[in-house]
């Protein structure tokens, strides 16, 4: 029963630390969701991966005409030493704070183009947020 249960526990950590989708497909709906999140809130970034990442990964691959992108934008942070920067997570040139939030919100939106080309729709929940992709995705669908 032990290796049974360690399985399990391998298999929720693997799973919850799958990386958001950040490639659309040929949609007329293509949703690009941005999150501004501290460097250090890999936790954070985690819990939003195996929730409404989730829900957007399944939202790509079952509605016909959707896909959801999401993306964290976050600054620099010397102390940070074993973060989860890489193919979800832009690290932008300012140093993490809250005096940097205004830029971070604004960032995503300039450089659209290098991270969501085919973008139809942009949102920016927060990273203590809760958004339903999928009934969103159906409001912009229908």
Aim: with cysteine; charged share 25%.
């Amino acid at each position: 029963m032990g290796r049974w249960a360690a399985c399990l526990v391998a298999w929720t950590a693997a799973a919850a630390t799958e990386r958001c989708p950040t490639q659309t497909k040929d949609a007329t709906v293509n949703l690009a969701a941005y999150v501004v999140s501290r460097r250090r809130d890999v936790h954070v970034r985690d819990a939003i991966r195996s929730t409404w990442c989730d829900t957007a990964r399944h939202v790509t691959r079952d509605v016909a005409d959707a896909s959801v992108i999401v993306r964290f934008f976050v600054g620099l942070d010397a102390t940070v030493v074993n973060d989860d920067a890489g193919s979800d997570v832009t690290v932008v040139g300012v140093q993490d704070g809250a005096s940097a939030v205004p830029l971070l919100r604004l960032y995503p939106l300039l450089r659209w183009r290098d991270w969501a080309p085919s973008a139809t729709h942009f949102l920016a929940p927060d990273d203590d947020a809760y958004p339903f992709l999928d009934r969103i995705i159906h409001g912009l669908v229908t």
